[in-house]
């Protein structure tokens, strides 16, 4: 079964860091372009980062800029999202996916389940 | 930045067709792509490049894209069709959602 697997969320002060995890199953990871994106309490979709196949490639935000750093480790199947400087408008669920190839590229075919950020003081 | 624009809110009767509309500067130029989401749920991808259905999803979902202005369109609308309704698109090596719509089913 192709699935995403979130973790790390946490509560942290402004200021703080985190690091965010995303456990790949199920298809072959190095293959595919992945992304964060993340959702505030009651409100859209966000789109944070994204990482080419390879890490050769990543894109930003631009109010994460600077502050966070997306990474992969395609021998454990693993997407990465390192957090500093955290505000509380970072406050959000943070959902990692797979940019689906086999659709000619762009959508966004499988997401985790979300791992949630609260950044408060 | 590139924004995209959709209505807050659409009500539609069961078994009638609702059509839910999102707005970019030459959106038409841009593939669009289409997600519900449930409370609770993460997202689910229903319509790719304009008007392209992934495995699973019901012939009932589909889509155009012209000018300035994208629209999906649920025909014989369900219950369970009742969600949250985001585009997206790529600008310039980033992705861009609209704001999401409410889509109620009574």
């Known amino acids: 079964e192709v699935q995403l697997v979130e973790s790390g969320g946490d509560l942290v002060q402004p200021g703080g860091s985190l690091r965010l995890s995303c456990a790949a199953s199920?298809?072959?990871?190095?293959?595919?372009?992945m992304n964060w994106v993340r959702q505030a309490p009651g409100k859209g979709l966000e789109w944070v980062a994204n990482?080419?196949?390879?890490?050769?490639?990543?894109y930003y935000v631009d109010s994460v800029k600077g502050r966070f750093t997306i990474s992969r480790d395609n021998a454990k199947k693993s997407l990465y999202l390192e957090m500093k400087s955290l505000r509380v408008d970072d406050t959000a669920v943070y959902f990692c996916?797979?940019?689906?190839?086999?659709?000619?590229?762009?959508?966004?075919?499988?997401w985790g389940p979300g791992t949630m950020v609260t950044v408060s003081s | 930045s590139y924004e995209l624009t959709q209505p807050p809110s659409v009500s539609v009767s069961p078994g009638q067709t609702a059509s839910i509309t999102c707005s970019g500067d030459?959106?038409?130029?841009?593939?669009i792509y289409w997600y519900h989401q449930k409370p609770g749920q993460s997202p689910v991808l229903v319509i790719y490049?304009?008007?392209k259905r992934p495995p699973g999803i019901p012939e009932r979902f589909s889509g155009s894209n012209a000018g300035n202005t994208a629209t999906l369109t649920i025909s014989g609308t369900q219950a369970l069709d009742d969600a949250d309704y985001y585009c997206q698109a790529w600008h310039s090596s980033t992705v861009v959602f609209g704001g999401g719509t409410k889509l109620t089913v009574l």
């Open positions: 990482i080419k196949q390879d890490g050769s490639e990543k």
């Open positions: 030459e959106l038409g130029h841009k593939y």
């Open positions: 490049q304009d008007n």
């Open positions: 996916a797979r940019d689906g190839q086999q659709l000619g590229g762009g959508a966004f075919d499988v």
């Open positions: 199920g298809f072959t990871f190095r293959s595919y372009w």
